[in-house]
């Protein structure tokens, strides 16, 4: 006699999932709500399935870098360059100007705040 219950919803190719919507920033929740399943299940998929823990761990590794980066950008303040085309004399140029974004003391403060030590 074989157990009856809910069948095994996980299949090997939600690891590669998991990680690209972790990379967008996804949460537990929102991997419950994308995989159709409980939150609770994805914190047990996380610690009891190595690659799919890893795999979520990696892409949030990312995410949360790239919104480091950010936040320290605009605490700090940066020069972005930007690029666009001109007509001059009747031919396209390409023109390349800076654009300061002065330092955000509101970035700052929460920065400082919730930095890693």
Same mark, same amino acid.
């Given at each position: 006699?074989?157990?009856?219950?809910?069948?095994?919803?996980?299949?090997?190719?939600?690891?590669?999932?998991?990680?690209?919507?972790?990379?967008?920033?996804?949460?537990?929740?929102?991997?419950?709500?994308?995989?159709?399943?409980?939150?609770?299940?994805?914190?047990?998929?996380?610690?009891? #399935? +190595?690659?799919?823990?890893? &795999? !979520?761990?990696?892409? *949030?590794? %990312?995410?949360? =870098?790239?919104?480091? #980066? +950010?936040?320290?950008?605009? &605490? !700090?303040?940066?020069? *972005?360059? %930007?690029?666009? =085309?001109?007509?001059?004399? +009747?031919?396209?140029?390409?023109?390349?100007?800076?654009?300061?974004?002065?330092?955000?003391?509101?970035?700052?403060?929460?920065?400082?705040?919730?930095?890693?030590?």
């Amino acid at each position: 006699m074989t157990a009856m219950g809910r069948p095994n919803r996980f299949g090997p190719e939600m690891s590669a999932q998991a990680h690209n919507y972790c990379l967008l920033g996804a949460t537990n929740e929102d991997l419950a709500e994308f995989f159709g399943v409980h939150p609770s299940t994805i914190d047990r998929w996380i610690a009891e #399935r +190595g690659e799919f823990g890893d &795999a !979520v761990r990696r892409g *949030r590794v %990312v995410a949360d =870098s790239q919104g480091a #980066r +950010g936040l320290c950008d605009r &605490a !700090v303040g940066h020069d *972005r360059k %930007v690029e666009h =085309s001109v007509i001059v004399d +009747g031919a396209l140029k390409p023109v390349t100007s800076t654009i300061h974004y002065p330092p955000n003391v509101q970035a700052c403060i929460f920065w400082l705040r919730n930095r890693r030590c």
